[in-house]
C-alpha cells in the first residue's frame, strides 16, 4: 500500500472507531441521521475488528486465495444447483472475457440492474477481475431514478436481468449507454425448476 493510502486507511479507522463510540453511547454528539454516514452496525465490533488490517488486494484476489484450494467446495447453491468453486472460478474467467470482449475496459463503471442470483455474483467478480467498477442499483427503481443514477455513475455500460430489461434499455438510449447485457435467472436453475419457471413467465406474459 502506499503512503497516502497508509495514512488514509488510519483516518478511516479513527472516523470508524468514533462512530462506534457514538452509536454505542460512549461518545455524546447528534448523529447525522444517514446510515451509510452514521454506521450504527459499528457497535456491534470490536476495536480490534475495526483497526484489522484490510487485504491489500482485489475482492476477487481475496476470495480466489482462499478458496482455490478446495475446488470441489460447495461456492453457491441456487435453487439446489450446487456451484463448486471450479466452476465458481471457470465462469468468472469467460464472464470476465465477454466483457473485454464487448469492451469493458479497466475503470470502466458497469451498472448491474438485478436480484441476488448466480448472474450477478459472477459478473461482480468478473468485472473486478479485469479492474471495471460495479454499480449495484435497486431493481424497484423508478425510470428517473434509474437516469439520475446510471448519470451519476457515469456508467458507460449496463448488465440487466431480463426481468427489467424493457425499462432498463429505454433508459439506457437517453443516457448514452454503449451496451445493454441482459441474462435470465433461470440460465443456473436445475432442469425442473428452469421449466416452470419458463412456463410461469409465459404464463404472465400471456396475463
Known amino acids: 500500500?502506499?503512503?497516502?493510502?497508509?495514512?488514509?486507511?488510519?483516518?478511516?479507522?479513527?472516523?470508524?472507531?468514533?462512530?462506534?463510540?457514538?452509536?454505542?453511547?460512549?461518545?455524546?454528539?447528534?448523529?447525522?441521521?444517514?446510515?451509510?454516514?452514521?454506521?450504527?452496525?459499528?457497535?456491534?465490533?470490536?476495536?480490534?475488528?475495526?483497526?484489522?488490517?484490510?487485504?491489500?488486494?482485489?475482492?476477487?484476489?481475496?476470495?480466489?486465495q482462499n478458496n482455490k484450494d478446495y475446488p470441489e467446495g460447495i461456492a453457491l447453491d441456487y435453487f439446489g444447483r450446487k456451484v463448486t468453486y471450479a466452476e465458481l472460478f471457470e465462469s468468472i474467467e469467460r464472464v470476465a472475457v465477454a466483457y473485454q470482449e464487448i469492451g469493458i475496459r479497466p475503470n470502466d463503471v458497469v451498472t448491474i440492474v438485478s436480484v441476488s442470483c448466480v448472474t450477478s455474483i459472477l459478473s461482480f467478480y468478473a468485472l473486478n477481475r479485469i479492474g471495471a467498477e460495479a454499480d449495484f442499483i435497486s431493481v424497484l427503481s423508478t425510470e428517473s431514478e434509474m437516469e439520475q443514477y446510471f448519470k451519476e455513475a457515469e456508467a458507460q455500460y449496463v448488465v440487466s436481468l431480463d426481468l427489467f430489461a424493457e425499462k432498463v434499455v429505454k433508459v439506457a438510449e437517453k443516457c448514452g449507454?454503449?451496451?445493454?447485457?441482459?441474462?435470465?435467472?433461470?440460465?443456473?436453475?436445475?432442469?425442473?425448476?428452469?421449466?416452470?419457471?419458463?412456463?410461469?413467465?409465459?404464463?404472465?406474459?400471456?396475463?
Open 1 to 64: 500500500m502506499t503512503e497516502r493510502g497508509t495514512k488514509l486507511a488510519a483516518l478511516l479507522k479513527e472516523r470508524d472507531l468514533y462512530l462506534r463510540g457514538l452509536a454505542n453511547g460512549e461518545i455524546q454528539g447528534p448523529p447525522v441521521g444517514y446510515p451509510s454516514i452514521d454506521k450504527p452496525w459499528l457497535k456491534y465490533f470490536s476495536e480490534k475488528a475495526i483497526e484489522a488490517q484490510l487485504p491489500g488486494c482485489t475482492a476477487y484476489e481475496y476470495m480466489y
Open 177 to 207: 449507454i454503449k451496451q445493454v447485457v441482459v441474462y435470465s435467472l433461470k440460465e443456473w436453475m436445475p432442469m425442473p425448476i428452469s421449466i416452470g419457471f419458463s412456463l410461469k413467465m409465459r404464463k404472465m406474459d400471456k396475463a
